[in-house]
């Protein structure tokens, strides 16, 4: 009988433990386990988080062959202007004009005048005739001579 005594003291002491681990558990499910941290807001704005973006690793090539410069130095220059005020501006202000395309930026107009008469230039200046082509105003640098490279080009 003291065996029967010590089972049931274990199976109350049991009983009771399983009673206190349902109610922990039940006071779990009601309130939550952890703690939910509120995120302090800095700025007024929401910004999208970043997400990862893998960089491109392409299967094959979207294009077989690279496309060509549409705009080379023949297309951009299409001709020196020869009028009288074009001539004043070679001799005054050792500036040379062409007619280039309405398309070519002064960058371009400056690159390809360099690659075909091999001058530097210090600035280019332009504007769009009535006409609807576009005229540029050519300064060369102070090593070169507007006047001799008219000569060079045929021009004069």
Do not use: W
Not at 39 to 58: G, I, Q
Not at 79 to 99: C, G, H, R, W
Not at 124 to 135: C, E, F, M, Y
């Amino acid at each position: 009988s003291p065996e029967l005594a010590s089972l049931k003291t274990d199976q109350t002491t049991s009983r009771a433990m399983v009673s206190t681990k349902a109610a922990a558990a039940a006071t779990a499910v009601r309130s939550g386990t952890g703690k939910k941290m509120v995120k302090r807001r800095t700025k007024v704005h929401f910004y999208r988080p970043k997400t990862f973006e893998p960089s491109l690793d392409p299967k094959y090539p979207r294009k077989s062959v690279p496309s060509r410069v549409k705009m080379d130095k023949y297309r951009v220059i299409k001709y020196p202007l020869t009028t009288e005020s074009a001539m004043k501006k070679i001799e005054d202000n050792n500036t040379l004009v062409f007619i280039v395309d309405v398309a070519a930026k002064k960058r371009q107009i400056k690159e390809a005048v360099k690659q075909m008469y091999d001058i530097q230039c210090s600035k280019v200046n332009t504007l769009i005739r009535p006409d609807g082509a576009k005229k540029a105003y050519v300064r060369l640098t102070q090593d070169y001579d507007a006047l001799d490279v008219a000569n060079r080009i045929g021009i004069i």
